[in-house]
Each structure stands twice: as structure tokens, then as C-alpha cells.
């Protein structure tokens, strides 16, 4: 292997460490999260992982789009006709049962899959009811999930990420920075004879507790993998009892990477923890709060804090608090189903009309058990094949979904006519955009007292444009009232799958409030208010200022918004188009 | 799954444990949602009910496993056995039935049973998953994942207490009367409103933020593992009585008085919440009076109905733009208002 010039990246150690523990215990441990795209470092991982692995425990791939029928397991068609009784077939899980199964592209795994796995990790089998038949087997597994994801793509599937004890990064390792495997097959099968005996103590459980409340690790599945791996940690060390050490290693791998927050090594006990729901502690209740943790254990617990935080790598610190990259609503798993376009994913029983189509073979599939059963009854004894209303199978087709930008439109009277006219000369620019990249477009106006949806989300271009030149204007400015508008707006194009980016043309001079009454100050602050529950929403927003001077309100709003601010008297309607071209890729 | 978690040693999470306790007591009650964080026990908690509940009387020859003592049951096959005088009955666990994700339309509902219809060429209805869980508890981890076709089925079905199977020429209608209890993370996307509106109770979970509460449940469940029969032997005292709790307060139920000035409170209370419909009130009351079962109490009391209030209201909330704390609170703040009154 890597002729070692240098010694290996602690990097590789770590995730060499975590191949050889995920093989110990594989189904108690759940496996490993590797961030690495493919390539000789993770091959490398990988082959040393199963020469680990002992003789005759399966080592499987899994395709991140495997249809339920491969996964879970289904009717084996072919031998249920041969032998003429029902047969089941394993799926690829149960098949893996005692082993490890491989996901690559694990970011792009979809979240029914990743449950699916998750549920089998959770109880140990797995079983399906489907194709008329019901089975359960047992299925101890572990998983490696490959993340090839770059820092902009979504981040693996929570339910997974969090049932895997370690995480581990290869993602900025050469091959000359790797190392040998960490332990040998006789090694791991020493240890796993070894390790339903170690014993943890109490102070150890405590210990890693702490850690894992001081590193903001919410779950507590992760404290009870932290404990499971330092078991693992010491009958690979040959240790009968769980040390120091082995509990610093478990920290290490299983709960640093899940950092959220950076505790402070030498921390006041008080200022680092959430504060406690029960009784507040006074400063002079400090012992009581500390009756059931000893001395002793604090001290062991703010060695071992002390040592993970040495071992953090300097970049994930930088990354916090972000942590973990942002879960944006608008994931690449949001994925919509709609019966006309996109990628067959599978059939589901129903009737090709309204659009679906026939799924061919899974219908005669549907149709093959039953056929001697129909010979027998039907009337039309010479039909080749008999299919019934019930085995139709239409395929179910699954689209990325796309983007409706939802143009609020300020019509009030303080956005002077021909600033109006101007607001409508560059939404009919945007329009064009979004007719070339197949957008939805919503329109919203609000003016006099309250705000309208003028278009609800549509691809046609000619009922926008039209709905737009019909748009009058004068009155107030219920700012509030239209913001309201979009946030409802935008919930419910987020509820059919497809991600809102708002345009608001305005200039920021509320006037009417959300109840309707007049009076600025009232007004504003309300605008401001509904402003921050479009922040909460985790929108993609342009505020575009329709004022003749650029104002502070409306940049005021856009702050709040965390929205993008464009002036109309600079921006030309083809600077908008580009600003809000720019805008999903700045959502990520 | 040899060995299940026992319920009495799930720590904290008490609003989770209430609202499951009164599901067992009053199936009614129309379901229990649990939503809330990864890791904390939501599936523990519904699997581990399932060794609390005391078995219940079933008509023997009854494949629906119909209750003995129903008089207008719908179920067909229990017509002909009634007909032929006093069926035979015997004692069968309540049953609690998972939904795996992935399961197809014919499991759920039942279909031709291909054994038969491949060996001996007949015809024959095999009941599906919604007629095992008859009579007890239909259980769906990651609910929001659950596909749109297999919700409008459960939703028609949980609401009318009957499935309908027409298909294969078959034509099959039994009872299918069962509690909804559905888990899931809302970060995995919402719940279909109609849906929701399904659910008596919701529930949500939050991660204990208390060290001692953090460090007991990873302790327990550390001890459970290395030692399940020991593990399980240490809880079964407290497991037999909340069986004994829940047996005694079904026998009660019936009997636990609702003062009019209970009922008023309830109506003031969804009043001041803006819930829609009577669905709100009902279970507020269902609930409170299953509660008080429970607590071994003639009546209910004002008490009984603050504790069940966030469960039974916080997911019949109309949203509130401008309001930015969560439904719980909400439920909270009309509360103390009500009860300052």
C-alpha cells in the first residue's frame, strides 16, 4: 500500500479507526458516514475495510435510487409461477444481514430510502408487505454512506447521518497522506469475542454525557454510540474494562464531529450548558447541582473535553456554528411527484388516464400470478394473458422540482404611476427568464387596503403579462398585508414541492396596517414584523425599491428580510433579471 | 425483535407517555401523533406499548378478531357465527401492527390471497394489514414519508371504521377500527392537513437538556442492552402497574362525571384559540376524562383539562403569521388566560 514517507493524516487515522470499530460491532455501531468522492483514497478505505471484515459476512453496494422491490424484497416472480405457490424474494438488506452495506452518492440517497434504512437499523430486521405477501427477516447491518457531496449540496439524510457512529473526512486526504488499516482480521475477531464483556463505568457514562451537552450534540442517540464505541475501542485494545483512552477515542470519532458549539476547555460549569429546566441553580448551589458528579468525574470529564477539542481539526471550528451545511429547504430532495413529467420512479396501481401512463411490465407482472386462477373462472378461456382493472400499474414519475417566483407588486399610490409602469417593464423582463427556465410565476398586489393574488402560480407566460397590464393603481400601502400574502403564498408552493423565491417591488412606505387602519408608525412596524417571519421561512428574496431616491425603508425591510436590495433608478430591468438569476444559486 | 424497551423505564417524556396512556384507555380519542427530534425515543415508547396492554376478548372463528360484546358490528363473518347462536370466544393480545414504509396498497387493504389462488385455484380474501390492526394500533414511523395514495386510504378508513375492498371481483367489507399512531421529524416535511385532522393527540419531543436526564436514559438504555432479560425483569413491577392503571381505567371511564363547568371551560378554551370545528372540544374532553380515569378520579376536573390541553389543541391551530412562538405556547398563553378568569 502507501509506502508511508510521511506518517499518515490524523484524518486517515481517525476514519482507519472507524473502519476497523464499524467492523466489530457493525449493527450496534450502525457504520460510518465518509465524506470522500470516489477515488484511490476511498478504494483504499474501503478494500481495508473488508479485508476486515471476517470471511463469509457480506460486504453489498447499494445504489442510491434501488426501488423498494430490491431493497426490502418482493415476489419472486419467476418461482412463484415455476413452483406455483407464492415465493418471497430477499432484498438487498436482508441479503446483507451480519454484514455491511455500501451507499455511495449518499446525499443524493431520498429521504423514504434513507428511512427505510434507518428503520432496519433500528429493529434489526427488516420486512416488507408488499406483491400479496408479508415477510420479516433479520437484518444486523452496518452502513457506510459515501458523501460525495461538495460543500453546496445538501448534506446527508439527518435519519441516516444520525443512527452512524462515525463521521469520518477523506474528502482532502492524497494517497501519500494514508496509512495501513488499523487492525487485522484476526484482530477484529478477537476483539468482537471480547467485547460483550467490557465493562464502562459509570463515571465514563457520565464523562461522555458531558461532553456530548458541551459540544451541543442534541441527539442522544449519539451519546449511547459514543458509549457503544468505546467498548469497541477497548476489546480491540484487549482492554476487559473501558480506560481512559478508549472513552477520549470514542469522543473523538463519534461525538466531535457533531459538534455544534464550542465549549471552552477550562469553562465556568455554569455558563456552557443549557440552562437547566429544573431548579435554578444559585452560585452557592454549586455542589448540590454537582452531588450526583463527583469531583473526580468532572475532572475526567474536562480532561477528556480537553482532548477532543485538541483533536478538532482546525476547519470544522471555522465551520461552527453553521456546523453541518445548511439544510436549505429547497434540498435536492425535494422532489415532487406529478403524474406527467419527469423520472420514472417506480409504478403504483391505478389507471393510465389523466395524463399517467401504463407502466407495461409491471402491469403484466401484476397480472402473472393470477393467471391460472382467471383461465380457470373466465369465460374467455382462450385470452393469452388476462388482465384486469386491478393489475393496471401507472408509472410513478418523480421531478425535480423547480422554482416559482412570486412577484409582490407595491400598486399603492405612493409608488407613483409611472414608477408603476416601470415595475411592470422590468417584471416583464423577469418574466422572460422565467419562461426560459420553465419557472412557475406567481403574482401578488396590494394596494388601498389590503393585497390580492392576482395570479396564482402558473407557467403561462400570457395570463401573467396580462394580469400584470391590468394591474391599476393608487391608495395606501398595506405593506404588511402583502408580505402576509406571499409568506402564505410561498408555504404553500413549498407544500407542492417546489422552492418560492419572492420579488418585491415596493417602496417601503407602509401606511396602512395589517388590521386595515391607517397611520404609518403602526403600519411599519407590522411590515417589519410579517418581515421577519419571511426571514423564518428561509426564503430566497430581492426587495427591488421602487422609490425615486433609494430609501431607507425599504432597505430597512430587506435587512429584515435577509433579502437581496436593488434600487430601480440604478438597476435596469436587465440588471434585476440577472440579480434574480443570481438569486437560487445564492440559497444554494 | 426479541426484546422490547419497557415503557415504564423511558425517561421524561411525560407528554408523550400521557398521550399514549389515554389512547390505550379511550381508543376513540382518534389517534396519537408524536413529531419532535431524532433520537428520542418515539418509536421506543409506541413499540413498547404494545407489551402494557391487557389482552382483550375476541370472537374465536373471527378472522377481524371482532369484540364478542359488539352488537352492530359490521363484520360478516361474525353475522353468520352470531347466527348460530353464542359464538365462541377466547383472550388475544391487543394487537399493534407496523406500517413498514414501502408497503403496497394490496398488504394494507388485503387482496386475493395468492397462496390459494396459485395452489387450488380459488378465490379467497386475505385480510390486510388494517384488518390485523382491528381493535388496537396502527403504527407508522416517518409518517410524513408515507406515500400520498396509502394516506387518502388510511384517512378514508380511519374515519368511516370500515375498509372497503373491491377489487379481483371480490367485493369485502370488515371493521377496521384501530388507533393511528404516527411518529415522524418534521425537518422530513409536514403532515398533510387532512391527515393531521386525523389525530386526537399530538405530541411534541424535544431532547432532554437536563445532564442527570441525558446520562439516565443512555445509562438505561446501555443496561438494556448488555442485559435485556435482567433489564426487563427490574421493570416488570412498574410495568404491571401501569397495565393495572390502565386496566382500571377503562373499567372507570364510563363512569368519570364531566362537569358543565369543565365543558365550558373547554369550549372557552378553543374559543380563545380560534380552533376550527367541534373535533377540537371533543377530544379535549375525551381526553381530560380518560386522564382522569387514570388518575383514579370520579370527575374531571379543571386540572385534568390544562394537562391535556397542548396535546389535544396544538395542532388545530390556525396559522398566525405574526405569531412567532411555537403552537404549544399558544395553547399555553389561552390557558392561563382562561383559567385566570
Redesign the interface.
Known sequence: MARAEVDPDPAWIDAAWAAALCTVDPA?LGGVVVRAAAGPVRDLWTRQLQAQLPAGEPLRRMPARIA?ER??GG?DLTA?LQL???VAQRGLLAESHGGIVLVPMAERLP??TA??L??AL????V????????QRWPCRIGVVAFDEGTADDAPLP??LA?RLAFHVNLAQLSLRQCGAAAASAEEIVAARRLWPAVT?G?EM??A???I??RLGV???????LA??AARAIAALGGHDEVQEDDALMAARLVLAPRATVLPQPDDEPATD??????PPPDDSGEPGRDD??DQETRALEDRLVAATLASLPAGLLAALPGGERA?APGRVGALS?SPRFGRPVGS???EPRGGARLDLIDTLRAAA??Q??RR??SRHRHAAIHV?A?DLRVSRLQQRAGTATLFVIDASGSSALHRLAEAKGAVNLLLADCYVRRDQVAVIAFRGRGAEVLLPPTRSLVRARRSLAALPGGGGTPLAAGL?AA??LAEQVR?SGASPVIVLLTDGRANIA?DGEPGRAHAEA?AL??A??LR?LRLTALVVDTSPQPAAAAQRLAREMDALYRALPHAGAAELSAAVQALPRQAG | MAHVFPFSAIVGQDEMKLAILIAAVEPRIGGVLVFGDRGTGKSTAVRALAALLPPMKVVAACRYGCDPADKGSACAECATLKAGGRPKTRLAPVPVVDLPLGATEDRVVGALDLERALTQGVKAFEPGLLARAHRGFLYIDEVNLLEDHLVDLLIDVAASGENVVEREGLSVRHPARFVLVGSGNPEEGELRPQLLDRFGLAVEVRTPTELAARVEVVRRRDAFERDPEAFLARWQAEDERTRRRIVGARKRLDDVAVPDAVLERAAELCIGLGTDGLRGELTLMRAARALAALDGEDAVTDTHLQRVARPSLRHRLRRDPLDESDAGSRVDRVLAEVFAA
Open positions: 450496534g423498494d431493497l426490502l415476489l412463484t406455483g405457490r407464492p429521504p423514504g428511512a427505510r434507518a428503520s433500528d429493529q434489526g430486521e420486512g416488507f408487505e408488499r406483491d400479496g405477501s408479508s439527518a435519519a444520525d464502562l459509570d457514562t457520565q461522555l454525557c458531558g456530548a451537552m442534541a441527539s442522544l442517540r449519539a451519546s449511547v458509549l457503544r450548558e443549557p440552562p437547566p429546566t429544573a450526583s458528579r439544510r411527484a403504483r396501481p391505478g400470478p393470477w391460472r386462477l380457470a373462472t384486469q386491478d402576509e409568506c402564505r407544500r395589517r407590522d414584523l410579517v421577519r417571519q423564518a
